[in-house]
């Protein structure tokens, strides 16, 4: 049976309890900056594999693959996955691979070992690649890296509401926690850092068994995610961290009823847009494009 592949450019709901407009985002307001000039429309693609995950929620590596190839393939409408990450990496680059190791969460191994297998296949020598996290500061490949793969699971956050690929940068600063006030709401600075600033070259938002609900700075209960089986890739961070916290959203108030929205509100998300011109938050801005499994997709 051929692949079933719907594209979406706008999905028009409001949750009256815990949205006021979901043309924000997921109830936030505009942070708008007309100095800002706004990219153009972003496409995000959001792949499913109900057999991604064992009977132990552990990885299937080779289905993990095959979601990456088909997810990049349709980004770039390219003909092959190869092909298609020869339009991000050139063989000369050196590529930091962003993880994230929150012990409860982290980025899987078996994704790591994908996203390596994919840049040998365009020539990238592996003395150049490294994957890191709260070392990349120090690590050998990262300090001469010229591009970036940033790659994360997505999970609520006590100090930004969610964590998402905009957060997953606060390890490229040495006082991450200057950038707590406000929800972290300034997030999006780190960006323009000139040492990550114009690198990064694909985002993976891992949406495996995302966390929807956290209590306190360090809290995690395996009652708060589930088996959503999928990975949101695109080159905008903004939008693909903004379709991820529209599903996270779309969870809580199916497990929770209205009124639980997420808390403290991602101000981070609509800031990278209006405040630091990263990319696109407001859904006219993205183009979705939905492949796989799609019993609960939630958006």
């Not at 996955?81 to 078996?110: C, F, M, Q």
């Not at 490949?141 to 998402?164: E, Q």
């Not at 589930?226 to 599903?247: E, M, N, Q």
């Not at 969870?251 to 009823?257: L, P, T, V, W, Y």
Request: glycine share 8%; charged share 25%.
């Amino acid at each position: 049976m051929a692949e079933k592949k719907k594209v979406i450019t706008r999905r028009d709901f409001i949750r009256a309890s815990s949205c006021v407009a979901m043309g924000s985002l997921v109830g936030l307001p505009l942070l708008e900056n007309p100095s800002v000039t706004k990219p153009t429309k972003s496409r995000v693609v959001l792949v499913r594999d109900r057999g991604v995950l064992d009977s132990q929620a552990q990885c299937r590596p080779r289905t993990l693959q095959n979601m990456v190839d088909r997810a990049v393939t349709t980004l770039l409408d390219a003909p092959d996955p190869t092909s298609a990450w020869k339009e991000l990496i050139r063989p000369t680059d050196i590529v930091g691979i962003k993880s994230n190791v929150w012990h409860y969460l982290p980025t899987p191994k078996a994704l790591e070992a994908a996203i390596r297998e994919s840049l040998v296949d365009v020539g990238v020598n592996e003395e150049n690649m490294a994957a890191d996290d709260r070392g990349v500061r120090r690590n050998a490949v990262f300090k001469r890296c010229t591009a970036l793969i940033n790659v994360r699971p997505m999970r609520t956050h006590h100090w930004s509401g969610l964590g998402t690929l905009i957060k997953n940068y606060v390890m490229f600063v040495p006082r991450p926690w200057k950038y707590h006030g406000n929800a972290c709401e300034n997030l999006g600075a780190i960006w323009q850092l000139p040492h990550v600033k114009g690198k990064t070259r694909l985002n993976i938002l891992v949406m495996l068994t995302p966390l929807f609900h956290g209590i306190g700075p360090h809290h995690f209960s395996r009652r708060y995610t589930w088996r959503y089986c999928g990975l949101i890739v695109g080159t905008d961070p903004v939008a693909v961290d903004a379709t991820g916290a529209r599903i996270i959203q779309a969870k809580r108030d199916a497990f929770f009823g209205t009124g639980r929205p997420i808390s403290p509100p991602p101000l981070h998300i609509a800031a990278a847009d209006t405040r630091f011109g990263l990319g696109n938050s407001h859904p006219d801005r993205i183009e979705l494009v939905m492949l796989g499994w799609e019993k609960d997709v939630l958006i």
